[in-house]
């Protein structure tokens, strides 16, 4: 073995209080679908919850040529209410890009969608019901719209009236309103120069479209900007901002620890950036933003006369400090990590204490009696595997890395629970002289929107700009 490895036998104590001080850091998931969205409403003595989809979430490079929308009327048990009539309208950017009427005897509206640049949308295919003024599916025909609809990314906003329900001829005496907001994403392309050499970093928008991008190689700096109504009424209904930077693991000055990052000019905390580094190429770095941290951003950015008000601007800059624990999700998003060391450079020939532990993703419950193997490689070679058995949710490993696997070291917690999942991050072994390539672990954060977003991805494509 090219390392030494200990493993404490009496960790009762030192893990306990490690298991102990942990949990206040976890905080409920956000759920965000991005492509989808569902408001709850009272009709009459019923409550009903009206869905909405659009496939595909995301827009690949060659251009969209068919899509879908999804609409569902739906009753406490989560199941289609039949008969339902809607009238929909549907806006992008403030302009109306299709406004019918739509039925089903089902309850389940499902919208064929062939992305066509018009000024409004029209119903290209389907039969029309007289009675209801409503298009309808037929045995031979589907519903299917023309239309500037899947032909840009960014927010699409559904203002949905419910006009009839379990009957054709139970039309209520009011119409019930709701507006929903459905997400496609879109990646954008930008080649930079850092140090005379060149790379492709990406800003993939699961809001509205980006503009303004910038790289400053010296000061390792990203930056780039959105359109954003900070109106406060218009703040409250918004869910959350989703914005994902993609730089390769290639451009090692920016594959650090951490990163600070501000929207417009005000610091965000980091539970808000999150790091994904389970592609073993290309870092991905999540702004995740809800509701409430929106509100106190729009107060602060209120106070400062100089700060637009009319759109975000994202601001990402590496740095070298790491904040202890660093937490990051298993490839399936279902195992939560978390990981400190000490010292906080990992040096040759230099003992390194890292403190591991596990911890249900979902209820943020110690995984107890997990098992996982630690994997060292580089340059895809692996030179150290050890399996562990975390008791009591968490080991501690004493390691110390030999002179010939200084650089970039790849740190992998493998075969959790016996099972094809595992969890990924970059280390440096930083050789003892060069002071200007200090590089530490790195980890990564994957909520559970990250799940989603891996999804999408693995079906994506990109935009070069």
Request: charged share 25%; glycine share 6%.
């Given at each position: ?22 949990p ?13 969205d ?9 409550s009903v ?20 929308i999804?609409?569902?009327?739906r ?16 806006e ?12 089903d005897?089902?309850?389940?509206i ?17 039969g ?141 905390s ?11 190429d ?27 008000k009319?759109r ?53 419950d ?30 501690v ?69």
């Amino acid at each position: 073995m090219c390392g030494q490895l200990t493993i404490p036998i009496v960790l009762v104590g030192t893990l306990t209080l490690i298991l102990v001080s942990l949990p206040y850091l976890f905080s409920p998931a956000y759920s965000h679908g991005f492509d989808f969205d569902e408001h709850i409403a009272t009709i009459g003595d019923k409550s009903v919850t009206l869905y909405l989809q659009m496939k595909p979430g995301f827009l690949p490079d060659e251009q969209v040529t068919e899509g879908t929308i999804l609409i569902e009327l739906r009753d406490s048990a989560k199941k289609p209410i039949p008969h339902a009539t809607l009238s929909v309208v549907l806006e992008k950017d403030g302009k109306v890009l299709m406004s019918e009427r739509f039925h089903d005897h089902e309850g389940k509206i499902t919208i064929q969608v062939k992305p066509k640049e018009l000024g409004i949308a029209s119903v290209f295919s389907g039969g029309k019901d007289e009675k209801l003024d409503a298009w309808i599916k037929t045995e031979q025909s589907p519903i299917v719209i023309e239309g500037p609809i899947f032909l840009d990314g960014g927010i699409y906003r559904f203002k949905v009236d419910v006009l009839s329900m379990e009957t054709d001829q139970n039309f209520l005496p009011q119409p019930v309103s709701f507006e929903l907001d459905a997400s496609v994403s879109e990646l954008v392309r930008y080649i930079v120069t850092h140090s005379d050499d060149q790379y492709e970093l990406a800003v993939r928008t699961y809001y509205d479209k980006v503009a303004d991008f910038s790289y400053d190689a010296e000061a390792r700096t990203i930056s780039f900007s959105m359109p954003f109504n900070w109106d406060i009424s218009f703040v409250n209904q918004v869910k959350i901002v989703h914005e994902e930077v993609d730089i390769p693991k290639a451009l090692t000055d920016l594959i650090t620890v951490g990163y600070d990052a501000s929207v417009n000019g005000v610091g965000l905390s980091q539970k808000a950036i999150v790091i994904d580094d389970v592609d073993p190429d290309l870092r991905l770095v999540h702004f995740i933003i809800p509701t409430e941290r929106l509100i106190v951003l729009e107060k602060d950015i209120r106070k400062m006369p100089d700060a637009p008000k009319d759109r975000m601007v994202f601001t990402l800059t590496a740095k070298e400090t790491p904040n202890f624990p660093i937490e990051f999700f298993s490839s399936t998003g279902n195992v939560r990590v978390q990981l400190s060391w000490s010292p906080a450079t990992v040096e040759p020939e230099k003992p390194t204490k890292f403190i591991i532990s596990l911890w249900n993703a979902k209820t943020g419950d110690s995984l107890r009696h997990s098992t996982f193997d630690v994997v060292l490689s580089k340059d895809g070679s692996e030179f150290f595997r050890s399996k562990q058995n975390a008791v009591i949710g968490a080991a501690v490993i004493d390691y110390v890395f030999q002179p010939e696997y200084a650089g970039t070291v790849e740190f992998k917690i493998d075969k959790i629970n016996n099972k094809d999942e595992f969890a990924r991050f970059s280390l440096t072994v930083v050789p003892e002289f060069p002071i200007s390539s200090v590089f530490i672990v790195t980890a990564g954060l994957i909520a559970t929107v990250l799940t989603l977003a891996r999804f999408k991805r693995s079906f994506s494509g990109s935009k070069t700009s």
